[in-house]
């Protein structure tokens, strides 16, 4: 008996299920109870990929179904197998890993269910998936589900693939690619010769965490609902009978029949049925149950000449022998095959979008749903003809009340007449595929339909006889907003709160593939969706908002700058108790940052082009919020390498007598970081992806001239995150101030260098370690070589963007001499190009605030009053200078004298200065004498000039033929050299920048042997 409270109660440890409880627990606070019905998942037959035979009809691993006589099949009774015990479904089935077609999930989104189109389906399939052999964007490799190409095929797999080529169908070397049509071998489940079950993938690899409990030979009995809320559930656990409660929710992931009963055992569900098993009602739902679709099935079967197929024939017998005794020495063979290797998706006829048929090959004769075994005393192949997208609907209802009686499932296969056309039509398919060349040395006979099946009317006579289905069943609780719908778009059922279903049974309709990938991606989806909902309630936390009214933004002082001592020890503390967090639990907070930025892009668009007055929102999407969400899906993606520990070479010769040195690389704790204004959300939360990385906690402080965006980036941070994992102080200067001086375990500063010096005398007293990123004059060379239009351009597009309001930003242009009044022209040309009118275009960005736009101003005034050569680059009908909106064109000042502050202070703002120049040493010396800058660029072909000024120049990065793109690389450091900067970050460089390297060296027994000889006391 359980008498704890969990937060999340999961109903199945099926393929939903499995994902299910790896996702949730990966937040430590949330406890999870994962309820299975059925037994471990320890029997080596769910291993081998050949034991979908005998696990077919095993009733310890199956539930075994039957459905009701069905009256359009000639009142016959059809197998309903479903997965029972840990992996469920993914335990027992094929194996094979195909997604259906995007329309299919597209059409779900056009149903009305937001968040459900392809695109976003997508993401939950690459994250879910590691596969082994296509490594391309329709494919994760990165996930925990192993799929792969089986490495042993059959003859008969690369004789259905020619055939199918003879036909006149294309090869597909991936059915979840662009599209599905054609013929190829199908990708499996599979980790290596083995199968790869949910359980295997998702549950087994985190069962030690200790937020989550496994029950299995626990069966649900009904749920338990205190007015409209859900709480828990009555459980049946061997002979004991209890009650299990949940203070979030309950999540159902029992698959499409059980899930469904189990609502209607509750209370929920159409009232008439209820009734009739005299079950109070406590929600009318008359969706539940109805709208069962499954895959009708029609298997073509060929006498084969030729005996090479698989028998159960002594000879047979002897051969599954010898391939078991290859499986048990690791090698590949017929029982690693997945018993669908190969086949196709093809259209019923020409009419029909998108395919609506699957085949998939067999190499043993089957008839009668695999029941009938005598057919396995001959040799023969075929192929199964699976029709995707039904029409005909089925229902499940009850047969009593007493939980231990199976659900009452009404197929209602070909109902349709359409669904019969279809079928037909993909028969004839499967028999022109059949009698292609490729199968002539093997063609004896067909077995089923028969070859004297010819007419529409003896076909349809043999589908009414002979179809069965695959084992795709689906919808009985769909998704969706009409008076069917059982849950909506969020999975939330309906009318009721506190539980979700995530399972086949949400589908609104049956997708054209396999089903067990799409439900790991549903659960992979729920699970996504249900953080967004709990992850921060436990701290008093509002809900996210969809939209926010910034016009009414004020700058607010935190209400306890007084406390940040207090916050950081707290998080100090919080940081002793896990110093070293999994790759889990730091993969759940990048991910976490990504899923905030996407649920806040709009706001915080809107939030910084306020701020701003004017600025390009296209720019402001890419540079803050793409650019951002990129570098923490870097992160994810590369951090198991970060992890790993590194060799080095032990003295010689310690390493050869078995010594071993190593780096670790060690969380630090707590890193403060203090963001400048004028990238409000990339530079502020780019170096957290490192940061977060790296296993630390974060306290973050952005600028106060950004009032909109920074009260809008602390809501949407504590929407996702705990304070103890990233806490948000805002302020203005003094508050700054106070922020430098806390003894973090690294800070990190992103500004001027003259806040700069402060911010590092502050750290010093604490001896804290810095990360300085402070800009400067960054310097660009165009070589006599140059294409002057094209580098006009480029360097132009880097200099207005943000109005020239970036350390990176070109601040001075070497030019040769006899190319300055062409590259002035250029520069003319390429502004017009990227801005045909600056006076209200939306994609110019205005001057911060009007004390920045006077001090832009005295720096063009001052040079203006010493007769400079200043260009304003703008046309005839544009304005030059409008001093309110804080707006100001791109000006060019040519050769201004060196003691001009435009050439002593880093510009900021949207004013270039070209300098002529007769020799590459000339323009050396002059960088040289100056401090080291943030980034130097090169415009030229000269390779020669290329290499001498990486050479001989000291900058923090260089971009050779464009401007500022060496920082858009997160596998490149981003940092400052000498004045410009301390430290860098980036990828793993920020990664080691925040991270401890932990140096470790092993001794060897043996070593310390002849160590022992060099210790006193010594002999003299």
């Not at 999975?491 to 279903?501: N, P, W």
Request: a neutral charge; aromatic letters at 8%.
């Amino acid at each position: 008996m359980i008498k704890e409270v969990f937060d999340f109660i999961i109903v199945g440890a099926g393929s939903a299920g499995c994902v299910l409880a790896n996702r949730l627990s990966q937040i430590p606070r949330f406890k999870v109870l994962l309820l299975e019905a059925g037994d471990e998942d320890n029997s080596p037959l769910i291993r081998l990929p050949f034991g979908v035979f005998p696990l077919y009809h095993m009733k310890r691993y199956n539930w075994g179904f039957w459905s009701q006589e069905d009256e359009q099949l000639n009142d016959r009774k059809i197998y309903c197998p479903q997965g029972m015990g840990l992996g469920g479904s993914s335990s027992i089935n094929a194996m094979v890993y195909a997604r259906g077609h995007q329309r299919d999930y597209d059409h779900w989104l056009a149903l009305g269910n937001k968040g459900w189109g392809y695109q976003d389906m997508l993401r939950h399939f690459v994250a879910c998936e590691n596969n082994q052999h296509i490594h391309d964007h329709f494919h994760g490799s990165k996930g925990e589900l192993k799929v792969r190409s089986p490495d042993y095929l059959h003859p008969h797999d690369e004789r259905l693939i020619l055939a199918g080529l003879q036909a006149g169908y294309s090869f597909n070397n991936d059915f979840n690619g662009t599209d599905p049509e054609g013929f190829g071998y199908y990708q499996a489940t599979l980790d290596g010769i083995q199968r790869c079950s949910a359980a295997s993938a998702f549950l087994h690899p985190v069962r030690h965490r200790e937020n989550l409990t496994v029950l299995t030979r626990a069966h649900s009995k009904r749920l338990i609902i205190d007015g409209l809320k859900v709480t828990g559930l009555e459980v049946q656990h061997n002979n004991s009978h209890f009650a299990v409660r949940a203070s979030r929710e309950v999540l159902l992931c029992a698959g499409t029949y059980n899930t469904a009963k189990l609502l209607m055992l509750s209370g929920i569900g159409p009232e008439r049925d209820l009734l009739q098993h005299n079950i109070t009602p406590h929600y009318c739902l008359p969706g539940v149950g109805a709208n069962l679709q499954e895959h009708a099935n029609f298997t073509v079967t060929i006498a084969s000449r030729i005996k090479d197929t698989l028998t159960f024939t002594p000879m047979g017998i002897s051969k599954l022998a010898h391939g078991f005794y290859r499986y048990m020495r690791g090698k590949e063979g017929i029982l690693s095959r997945p018993v669908a290797a190969a086949g196709g998706f093809v259209k019923s006829s020409s009419e029909q979008p998108i395919p609506d048929i699957q085949l998939q090959g067999t190499i043993n004769l089957f008839n009668k749903h695999g029941f009938d075994t005598s057919v396995m005393k001959s040799h023969g192949f075929g192929l199964h003809v699976s029709l995707l997208r039904p029409k005909s609907r089925g229902r499940v209802t009850l047969k009593s009340s007493d939980f231990r009686d199976p659900p009452q499932i009404q197929l209602n296969l070909l109902t349709e007449e359409q669904d019969q056309i279809d079928l037909c039509n993909g028969i004839r398919i499967a028999r022109k595929i059949l009698s292609q060349p490729a199968y002539r040395s093997h063609y004896k006979m067909e077995l089923i339909p028969g070859e004297l099946v010819k007419t529409d009317q003896q076909l349809r006579a043999e589908l009414i006889d002979k179809t069965y289905h695959i084992f795709h069943p689906a919808g009985t609780c769909k998704m969706g907003n009409d008076e069917l719908a059982v849950v909506d778009d969020q999975l939330k059922l309906r009318g009721i709160e506190g539980i979700r279903i995530a399972d086949a049974s949400i589908m609104p309709t049956l997708v054209g593939g396999n089903i067990n990938a799409p439900v790991m991606a549903i659960a992979s989806k729920a699970a996504e969706m249900i953080c967004q909902t709990h992850e921060n309630q436990s701290n008093g936390n509002e809900p996210i908002v969809n939209s926010l009214n910034i016009s009414n933004f004020q700058q607010k002082e935190r209400t306890d700058v007084s406390n940040m001592e207090c916050l950081l020890e707290a998080q100090k503390q919080d940081f002793r108790k896990n110093p070293w967090p999994a790759l889990d639990i730091r993969k759940h907070r990048l991910q976490r940052m990504i899923t905030m930025l996407k649920e806040y892009k709009a706001p915080l668009v809107e939030a910084i082009i306020h701020d701003f007055g004017q600025r390009s929102p296209h720019q402001t999407r890419l540079t803050d919020i793409n650019a951002t969400a990129s570098a923490f899906k870097h992160a994810i993606k590369n951090l198991p390498r970060w992890l790993k520990r590194e060799r080095r070479k032990s003295l010689f010769p310690l390493d050869f007598l078995g010594a071993k040195s190593t780096i670790e690389y060690q969380p630090i704790g707590v890193v403060g970081c203090i963001s400048p204004w004028n990238f409000p959300i990339q530079l502020a939360l780019q170096p957290l992806a490192g940061i977060l990385a790296a296993g630390n906690r974060v306290m973050l402080k952005p600028s106060e001239l950004t009032p909109a965006t920074t009260e809008l980036l602390k809501r949407a941070i504590a929407s996702h995150f705990d304070d103890l994992e990233i806490a948000v102080i805002t302020g203005g200067a003094e508050v700054a101030s106070q922020f430098s001086q806390l003894a973090f375990d690294h800070l990190l500063f992103t500004g001027s260098g003259r806040i700069g010096q402060k911010v590092l005398q502050s750290a010093a007293k604490q001896l804290v370690p810095v990360t300085l990123e402070l800009g400067g004059k960054s310097p660009v060379i165009v070589g006599a070589d140059a294409d002057l239009q094209e580098s006009a351009l480029r360097i132009m597009a880097a200099k207005t963007m943000n109005a020239g309001q970036i350390c990176l930003a070109p601040d001075y242009v070497f030019v040769p001499e006899a190319n300055i009044a062409p590259f002035i022209q250029a520069c003319h040309n390429a502004v017009k190009q990227l801005y045909p009118t600056i006076k209200g275009n939306r994609d110019y960005t205005a001057i911060i605030n009007k004390c920045h736009m006077q001090r832009v101003l005295s720096l063009l005034k001052q040079a203006q009053q010493e007769n400079s050569e200043i260009i304003a680059l703008t046309s005839n009908n544009d304005f030059l200078i409008e001093e309110e909106q804080c707006l100001m064109v791109p000006h060019l000042i040519v050769d201004p004298e060196e003691n001009l502050d435009v050439m002593r202070e880093e510009i900021f703002g949207p004013l270039l200065v070209l300098k002529s120049y007769q020799t590459l040493s000339q323009v050396i010396h002059y960088i040289n004498s100056r401090a080291n800058p943030l980034a130097l660029y090169y415009f030229g072909k000269n390779k020669v000039e290329q290499r001498q000024l990486i050479k001989e120049t000291c900058s923090g990065g260089m971009t050779i033929n464009d401007a500022m793109l060496h920082a858009a690389q997160e596998d490149l450091p981003f940092g400052g050299v000498g004045a410009s900067g301390i430290g860098a970050y980036h990828g793993i460089h920020g990664f080691k920048r925040f991270s401890h390297a932990k140096a470790i060296y092993t001794q060897s027994n043996f070593v310390a042997r002849l160590a022992a000889k060099m210790r006193p006391p010594f002999k003299h």
